[in-house]
Structure formats: structure tokens, C-alpha cells
């Protein structure tokens, strides 16, 4: 595709400032990974932590970023030979920075097969993913296979796949039709042992293809499902982050995306085709990533849902305004202290209050415009691992979860569909007509509204939808949230 002159892109690297050129010479470094999921935060951690790692340490680890669905972010990203641009939004000020870790973008939807035929390629032997929680299609409660017509047909057809879960399997079993060797696939979602669900996703879709037991041997024996952490807030791209880019650099990027300062990968060392030296671009390799994951599950993504629902009702557009909330952060110091610290083990030498503390600061960020929606979305598949395991573990150990319980009703009054002035709010979630029929259908108070979704067990497990003194205080909250509003709540909670 032809470049503009003042486009982003090889022509054009020449005349950026020093400081906002790539770590490594782009078009120079061969693939060795696929990435499955093109977006925002990919683009802001994953590959600038796999550049650092190849520009400090070498190798042939290019990334082939490939989109599931959406167009428009390979199309800007062929316009500018696969480049574009970070900017780390800090109070203090913004640095731009172009990124050349990606050697090339394909799209799943529109040419499935030439992405089943990149895991064939001896060369790939790491598969990254952020495609979202909904697109394992992992029931979030059970981890079982959602099975419907897309499924099936992808593992039981040989027409092109059009699901993750059918992409993966296709896959995998042409790598071994192949004998292509090893590789690790690693997910860099927000999954509960993501690493093992990974796993488990793969067996299932092997039993559901009906492949021979030695060829389901075969694609298992080369495959590893490195568990992960991944940490950096990355919101959603606007004008004005295109805006800022080409303010720093002069040309314009349409696939610039913005972050903040801080960036943390946690990843389970099991990668038998071998991986970057991502330690040199500062990721923590261990041998097991759950306690970290743990902690940023319950200690950031829990108090993030939990800002956002609240912020969300109480008409706050973004994370950091919502953290103005008077009462909201003190609530919040009570959720961290009272609940997520008391209900697993931190990792050795983590201290869960101090982790917190700089949870609250990081949201706190005016620069960084994170909408209380776009953390809103999803939260059938959000809440039971960000929120629902604290609770279940602290009732497990006869403790109280009622802070967890004022997050649980600030999203059920969410799923009412408005806030509390009255403007409209949006549900954008994969259950969506299951939870507006389930509301639809019961009774028009708190407690109906309980009843009604804590009755869904792609949600609430059956034990804790049976616990009484956690339906009380979900309840409570609700009660309080529908006769008073977020402020006079947050005020009076106790």
C-alpha cells in the first residue's frame, strides 16, 4: 500500500526525533511469534516488551500480529509497514516512542486458513494471546467448552475456522500434521490460571474434533501453556491520542495507542521452542505466575470494577474521575485491607497494602482518561475471577464479604441500565440477553433483582448463590444504592 510522506512508516523514520525511534531496525528481525488479538493493549505491552527483549538480547522473535475480527488496525498498521507508536501518558508529561516489533498483520476473519498455516511454520514457536475473556468461550465458573454451531463446525468441518478456540485446534493439528516441532501458547488474559485454562481449552477441543487419541497425543506432547500476568492500563484510543502522537512525532499514526507509565508481565518459564529474553525488558520469569496473578486479579482488577461500577453510577466519565468520589477511595482502602489482603498469599516479598496504595495512585492518573464504561463491559465474565474467588474464599474461611458485596450490587444496579441522575448506561456483555430476560422476569425490587441473577451459574456458583449472609449484603447495598445513590452511599457506609 502506498505511503503518504507525512504518514508513519519506513519512508519516514528518518525524520522522527531520536528518541522516538524503535529499539530494533524494523523489517530486520524474522517472526517467531504469532500474536492472536491486534489491539490496544497488546500494541502497548507485549510487543514493547518483545522489541526491549530482541533489541537487548537479539533473535528472531518479529511478531505476526493478527487481528480476529477487526480491520481497521491492520489496515493503518499495512499503511505504515507494521509501525506505530506508545505514548506513556505520565502527570508530569507524555513521551512518544515508535515500535518495530511487529514483522507483519494478518486478518483471522477474512483469511482464516493463512493463519492456520502460520502455526505450520517451523519458524513460530510462541503463540500470544489477548483476544478478551469471552473469546475462550470458557464457562467462567466450570472453565467447560461453550458449545454451539460456530464450535462445532469449526472442529468438525473443514471449513475455515471462525472462533479462537477452532482457530487454536485447526492450528495445532496442521503444526503437527507438519511435525513443525514445540511451541508455547500463551495467554495474556485476564483468565484465573489462564495458563491451565489454555490447557484445558485445547484438550476439550481435541475431544470435540474427534481426532485419533495418537493425534490428540501428539499436538499435547509439543504444546505448552505458559501461565501469565500481565499489567498495564492501556485505555481505548481516541483523537486525541493520534493527536498527541503526531504532536511527537510529526507524521501521522493511526494505530497509535497511549499507556501509563507502568508495565509488568509475569510469565511461567515453560517454552520449549524457545522465547525472547524478556527478562532484559523487565518481566518477572517464574515458576508459577498464580500468586501474582492472584494479586492483581483481586488487588487491581477487583478495585477497578469496583471504581468503575460506582464511578459509572454516580455519572463519573473516567477511573481517575470517579477516585474524586468523596468516601470512594477510603471504601476502597477498606475493600484492599479488610478483604483481598485476608483472603489469599500474596507473592514472596509482595505486600498486598502497598500494592494497593500504588493500585489507587495509578488510577489516580489525570493523564490517563479511562472510561468507567469501557471497564464496565463484560462483567458476567469479569467478576467472578476479579471479585466472586475472594469471596468465596473468605466465606470458605467464615469471614465477611461485605465490601466485595457493595462491588457485586454497584454492578447489578448497573445491569438496570441507568445511573443515578438518570442518563442511560450501556451492558455490553456476552450474557446481555440472558441477564435483561432474567431481570425482565423477576421481581422489580433489590431482592428480585438478586434472585434473578444470582440464579445465572455462568456467574455465581451454587454454593455462594445459597449464601445467605452474602445475599443479605448484596442486597443491602443494592437497596441503598437504589434509594440513595452513589454518593449518599459511599457517605454513609460503615
Known sequence: MALTPDRLGLATLRHLPPESRPLVRPGTVPAGIVHLGLGAFHRAHQAVHTEAAVGAAGGDWGIIGVAPRSTDVVEALDAQDCLFSVTTLAAEGAATRVVGALAGVRHAASDPDAVVGLFADPAIRVVTLTVTEKAYRLDPVTAALTVDADLTADLTTGRPPRTVPGLLVRGLLARAAADAGPIALVSCDNLPANGRRLRGLVEQGLALARVPDATAEQVLAAVTCPGTMVDRIVPASTDETRDT???????????????????????????????????????????????????????????????????????????????????????????????????????????????????????????????????????????????????????AAGRSARWSALVVAAWLRFLLGYADDGRPLPLDDPLADRLRAALAAGAHTPAGVVDAVFALREVFPADLAADDEFRADVTGWLTALERHGVRATLAGAR
Do not use: C
Open 245 to 395: 502522537a503526531r504532536q511527537a512525532l510529526g507524521v501521522t499514526d493511526l494505530a497509535a495507542v497511549a499507556a501509563e507509565p507502568w508495565s509488568q508481565w509475569v510469565i511461567e518459564d515453560d517454552f520449549p521452542g524457545g522465547r525472547p529474553a524478556w527478562e532484559r525488558s523487565g518481566a518477572i520469569l517464574t515458576g508459577d505466575a498464580g500468586p501474582w496473578e492472584r494479586l492483581k486479579l483481586r488487588a487491581l482488577n477487583g478495585v477497578h470494577s469496583a471504581t468503575a461500577y460506582l464511578g459509572a453510577l454516580a455519572g463519573a466519565e473516567t477511573v481517575a474521575e470517579a477516585l474524586t468520589l468523596p468516601h470512594l477511595d477510603a471504601v476502597l482502602r477498606r475493600l484492599l485491607a479488610e478483604e483481598i489482603a485476608p483472603s489469599f498469599t500474596p507473592p514472596p516479598g509482595a505486600d498486598v497494602a502497598e500494592y494497593g496504595e500504588q493500585v489507587l495512585a495509578r488510577f489516580a492518573n489525570p493523564a490517563i482518561r479511562y472510561r468507567t464504561t469501557q471497564v464496565a463491559m463484560d462483567g458476567s465474565q469479569k467478576l467472578p475471577q476479579r471479585v466472586l474467588h475472594t469471596v468465596a474464599d473468605l466465606r
